[in-house]
């Protein structure tokens, strides 16, 4: 439990970071909008705590004041101190504060305990959403580290959840030790296989923890394979089995997969202008669902906006990114984004990478390995002048400042550097203080109400109880 006096620090680092969204996002003329991180971590400035689920947030918030259609996806198990797992408290009290708690809802399948914590309504697809082969085909394809034909006939029998999770489970199953990939496997470097194999390795069997801890025992899984330990290969292979198993047994799906709530969220869309939806599956085995998730939720819709969180976690699904830069370039959607950069890539991210930068950037880091694509075709005095202002970032974080690098297309120079000043902060704040009041207001009014609904249901009982005994008295 984090003291008060964070949670301020929390509360003010929001504010800091609505601010920052107001000045950077004068206008909407963008199809991609992109906060590229390096990791994921909340960053601490004076007395402030800034995370990546500001960001999102704030931008949901600002998207729906100006009547934009948004749909905000948000990562809340992500590997951070001030995660929605870690600290649900927080976020349920800041939703409230800036009205949007009525708004929010989560998308879990048990393997944590979000929905007992966080304590939103819950979302289902319904399973026919989730049976069209082409979308399931694509992230089961990418997620099984062990490459196998996917029978269509036999997922087109599925018609319960029963018959879904018999055939998840055997598709995802651990490999038997004659498997030919396992001797390909055997000879291959850890650093040679494909990077798609490693991130869904890293989900099979560490479904639950964070990507660099997954990575980290997916490539121990390699070594063991490569040794070949016979009983240290076999504990992996009990732990892929069992992960599996808990991930797509009939009551896992079931938290997931039901009557579709789906027409609902769409309602409260096209009413309030913006859901949010918190998941803890973006970075383990029940990832193979958000594609369905985000595919129901868009469909037949236009001009909305989709805020999707730690968005390279599900690089591996190709067909999925495919799709949904189709969606966007052909104007249907817009689409803003976290766009992490540490950990492993599967071969084809670096074209949805190029996707993602090509209109809106905010950087405040990034790995290494992508500047050669932020720079493409563009002037090297540019980069010169990006990499001198990324120094600079990395010198006021030390020192407890913040500042990151604006990137603009329509622009003449598109690059700016950016440091949030005083001035904005104060005028923010006068504004924050009012939302608070109106929060505190708006509780003691709910607080009123329910008091006088447990009078009313009293008096109810009483006299429902005074008519059965007076009716009791008469017939005797």
Not at 188 to 207: D, F, G, M, R, W
Not at 360 to 387: C, G, H, M, Q, T
Not at 432 to 454: C, T, V, Y
Request: aromatic residues 12%; proline residues 4%.
């Amino acid at each position: 439990m984090l003291s008060e006096a964070e949670y301020l620090m929390f509360e003010r680092g929001y504010q800091a970071v609505s601010t920052t969204i107001d000045s950077v996002m004068k206008d909407l003329d963008w199809a991609y909008f992109s906060i590229v991180l390096y990791e994921e971590n909340p960053i601490y400035w004076e007395e402030r705590i800034l995370t990546p689920e500001h960001f999102l947030i704030s931008l949901a918030d600002k998207l729906r004041n100006s009547e934009i259609p948004t749909i905000l996806i948000l990562n809340a198990a992500r590997d951070s101190t001030h995660s929605v797992l870690k600290i649900p408290q927080y976020y349920r009290a800041l939703l409230s504060t800036i009205g949007l708690d009525k708004l929010a809802f989560t998308f879990s399948g048990g393997l944590t305990e979000l929905k007992a914590k966080i304590k939103y309504p819950e979302v289902k697809i319904g399973l026919n959403d989730i049976l069209d082969f082409e979308t399931m085909a694509d992230a089961l394809i990418n997620t099984a580290p062990i490459p196998r034909k996917l029978d269509k006939e036999m997922f087109n029998e599925i018609s319960e959840l029963m018959g879904l999770s018999y055939f998840l489970i055997d598709y995802l199953k651990p490999p038997t030790l004659t498997e030919e990939v396992m001797q390909e496997l055997e000879k291959t470097s850890k650093y040679e296989i494909a990077s798609h194999v490693i991130s869904s390795l890293s989900a099979v069997l560490n479904p639950t923890s964070m990507i660099s801890k997954g990575l980290s025992y997916a490539l121990k899984f390699m070594e063991i394979v490569q040794k070949r330990q016979s009983e240290t290969y076999q504990a992996f292979l009990d732990n892929w089995q069992m992960n599996v198993e808990n991930a797509f047994n009939p009551y896992s799906l079931n938290e997931l997969i039901g009557e579709s709530s789906i027409p609902q969220i769409k309602d409260i869309l096209h009413k309030e202008n913006l859901v949010i939806i918190f998941t803890d599956i973006f970075e383990n085995i029940q990832s193979i669902f958000l594609p369905s998730l985000v595919k129901t939720l868009l469909a037949e819709e236009e001009e909305v906006v989709l805020l999707m969180d730690s968005i390279t976690r599900i690089d591996r699904f190709k067909g999925f990114q495919d799709w949904l830069t189709g969606v966007v370039d052909s104007e249907i959607i817009k689409l803003a984004s976290i766009v992490p950069t540490y950990g492993i890539f599967s071969e084809w991210f670096d074209d949805f990478f190029s996707k993602l930068i090509q209109d809106r950037v905010l950087y405040f880091d990034v790995n290494s390995r992508f500047l050669s694509k932020i720079f493409e075709n563009r002037p090297v005095a540019e980069e010169s002048w990006v990499i001198k202002h990324f120094r600079e970032i990395q010198r006021l974080l030390e020192k407890k400042q913040i500042a990151f690098i604006s990137f603009n297309s329509k622009n003449d120079f598109p690059w700016e550097f950016v440091k949030p000043t005083l001035a904005a902060r104060v005028v923010h704040g006068i504004k924050w203080k009012f939302r608070r009041f109106k929060r505190r207001f708006r509780g003691i009014k709910e607080l009123k109400e329910e008091k006088e609904e447990i009078e009313e249901e009293k008096e109810s009982e009483e006299s429902s109880s005074k008519e059965s005994l007076e009716s009791f008295d008469n017939s005797s």
